[in-house]
Every structure is written in C-alpha cells, then in structure tokens.
C-alpha cells in the first residue's frame, strides 16, 4: 500500500518535472524570438536616426545654400555641387554602417 502510494507521487512528480521542462522550453524559445526581434527594432531605429540626421544635414545645407546672395545661375550650380557632395557623403555613411 506504501509503495503504491509512493509509486503514485513519484509518477506525479515525473509528470510535473516533464510540464515544467515543456514550459522551460517554450519559454526559452519565446525568449529567443523577443531577443531576435529586439535586436531587428534596434537596427531599424539606427537606421531611421541616421536617415533623420541626414535629413537635417540636408535642410541645413539647404538653408546656407537659400541663405548665399549670389545671382540664380550661381545658386542652382552652388544648389547642384551641394546636392552631389550630399549624395557622396550618404554614400560613405551607407559603406560605413556596412
């Protein structure tokens, strides 16, 4: 009788221990996902942070460039070099984050 009850709580205790470990590794696994995805966002807000500050090189570049008393046609060449250096230097950033 003894043993039959032992026999049950050691067969209760081995089922528990198998759920416990299932969930372990599900966890483990969810855990995995979450970290595999955290570090994918933190790539995405990298890149969007080096777009925005692009995008403030390009404004400020832009408002020297309104700001300059030169006649037009000297504006849209100055307008142009300014735009090409602009290109280069992404170009650069984009090698650079690689």
Partial sequence: ????????????????LKLLLSDHQRVQKELEQVRNENKELKSVVRTKEEQLDNFKNKIN?????????????????????????????????????E
Avoid: F, P, W
Avoid at 62 to 86: G, H, P, R
């Fill in 61 to 97: 570049i832009s408002k020297i460039a309104n700001s300059a008393t030169v006649d037009e046609s000297e504006s849209a060449e100055i307008k142009q070099k300014l735009s090409d250096y602009i290109k280069k230097i992404d170009l650069c950033i984009a090698h650079l984050s």
């Fill in 1 to 16: 009788m003894e043993q039959e009850s032992l026999a049950g709580k050691l067969n209760m205790l081995e089922r528990r």
